[in-house]
C-alpha cells in the first residue's frame, strides 16, 4: 500500500515540510491540515499544480479541522504525522514563552491523531519543541520510541552551515553534531565535528570555534530578528522532512533527534537531543557515542533544564 504522511499545520514550518515531502515522491498522499478554513485545502491545489512542473505524483490534500475534532478522519492511516500546529517566536522571545499557549494546541492535536492514526509515528516540531514532544507522547499514550521531535537535524545544519562558511569548504565537507535541548542548553559538540575528516579543533582556535557554537544556539533566534515576523521554515521543514523520510523508509539512519533517554549517558527519563537510529517503528535505538566529559556535563545540564518543564506540561 502507498505510504501516508500528515501534516498538521499549514502555516510557513507545515506546508513548506508538506511540498517538501510531496517532492521526494515517495509518498501517495500528503494530508495537510489547518484549522483556518480553505487555506490547506488552497495550499494543497496549488502544490498538486506544481507536479507536472516538479515531476511528482504525490496527491496533497488539504483538510480544514474543527475544535471537536471534525476532518480528522482525512489522516487515517498516515504512517507518519509531523506535528507543526502552534505559534511562533516573536523577535526577543524565547521559545519557552510560547510554552502554555502551544501546549493547549499540541495537546487537542495529539489527542485527535491517537484517536484517528492509532499507529502513526508522530514528529513534533512545535515549540518549545522538548516540552512539546513530551506532551504529545502523554496526550497520545504511545510508546515513547513512536515519539520524537525535530531539533538536532536542524541545529547541526545550522551549526554545520557556519562552519562550512567561515572555513570556505563545500557543505557537505563538514561533518558536524548538537545535541541536548532545542534551546539554551543546546550542546553542539566540537569533539564530533570534523572537515574533510579532519578534527574541526585543527583547523579553527578555541574561541573562534566558541563564536560558532553560540551562533548556532541562537540560530533561531537570529533569524527571528530579521524576519521580524514569525520564524525560520526553510531549513526547519528540511529537517521534519528528512525524519519523516527516514522513517516510511526504515532507513536505520542515525540522526540527532529529541528522543527519549533511559540510561544512556547516566540520564533517565526525559525526552533530549541525542543520536538514535531512525526506522519505521520511530526511534529504533538511542545511540550512546563517546563525548568528553564537558560535553557529557553540558547534555546533563540539558537535561535537568527540560525534565521540570516536561513534568509541568502534564498540567498544561
Ligand atoms: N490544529 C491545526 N493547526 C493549528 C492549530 C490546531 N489546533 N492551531 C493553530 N494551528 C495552525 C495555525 O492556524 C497556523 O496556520 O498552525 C499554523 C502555524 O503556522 P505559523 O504561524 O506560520 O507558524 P510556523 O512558522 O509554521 O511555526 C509553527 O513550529 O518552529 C515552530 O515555533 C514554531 O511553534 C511554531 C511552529
Known amino acids: 500500500m502507498g505510504k501516508k504522511v500528515t501534516v498538521v499545520g499549514a502555516g510557513f514550518y507545515g506546508s513548506t515540510t508538506a511540498q517538501r515531502l510531496a517532492e521526494y515522491d515517495i509518498f501517495e498522499t500528503v494530508v495537510l491540515t489547518d484549522i483556518i478554513d480553505g487555506k490547506p485545502a488552497g495550499l494543497a491545489l496549488d502544490m498538486n499544480q506544481s507536479r507536472p512542473i516538479e515531476g511528482f505524483e504525490t496527491k496533497v490534500v488539504g483538510v480544514t479541522t474543527g475544535t471537536n475534532g471534525e476532518g480528522y478522519e482525512a489522516i487515517e492511516g498516515s504512517d507518519v504525522v509531523v506535528v507543526t500546529a502552534g505559534l511562533p517566536r516573536k523577535p526577543g522571545m524565547s521559545r519557552m514563552d510560547l510554552l502554555e499557549?502551544?501546549?493547549?494546541i499540541v495537546r487537542q492535536v495529539a489527542e485527535n491523531i491517537a484517536k484517528?492514526?492509532?499507529n502513526a509515528v508522530v514528529i513534533v516540531v512545535s515549540n518549545p519543541v522538548d516540552e512539546m514532544t513530551a506532551l504529545a507522547q502523554l496526550a497520545t499514550q504511545f510508546p515513547k520510541n513512536r515519539v520524537f521531535g525535530q531539533a538536532g537535524v536542524l541545529d547541526t545544519?545550522?551549526?554545520t552551515n557556519s562552519i562550512a562558511e567561515t572555513l570556505a569548504v563545500p557543505v557537505?565537507?563538514?561533518?558536524a553534531l548538537t545535541l541536548?535541548?532545542?534551546?539554551?542548553t543546546?550542546?553542539?559538540v566540537p569533539s564530533r565535528c570534523t572537515v574533510d575528516g579532519k578534527p574541526l579543533a585543527d583547523l579553527l582556535p578555541a574561541d573562534k570555534i566558541e563564536e560558532l557554537v553560540v551562533r548556532t544556539r541562537n540560530g533561531g533566534a537570529e533569524v527571528v530578528a530579521l524576519l521580524k515576523t514569525g520564524s525560520a521554515y526553510y531549513a526547519p521543514s528540511a529537517a521534519a522532512a528528512r525524519m519523516a523520510k527516514a522513517v516510511v523508509e526504515d532507513s536505520g539512519e542515525v540522526l540527532p533527534v529529541c528522543a527519549w533517554v533511559e540510561g544512556e549517558y547516566g540520564i533517565s527519563g526525559v525526552y533530549l537531543g541525542v543520536e538514535a537510529q531512525i526506522?519505521?517503528?520511530?526511534?529504533?535505538k538511542v545511540v550512546e557515542e563517546k563525548l568528553t566529559d564537558t560535553e557529557i556535563a553540558g547534555l546533563k545540564e540539558a537535561a535537568e533544564a527540560v525534565r521540570a518543564k516536561q513534568a509541568d506540561v502534564a498540567t498544561l
Open 101 to 104: 499557549v502551544n501546549a493547549k
Open 180 to 184: 541536548g535541548s532545542h534551546g539554551d
Open 116 to 118: 484517528y492514526a492509532p
Open 279 to 284: 526506522g519505521a517503528e520511530g526511534i529504533k
Open 172 to 175: 557537505k565537507s563538514v561533518k
Open 186 to 188: 543546546m550542546v553542539p
Open 157 to 159: 545544519a545550522r551549526f
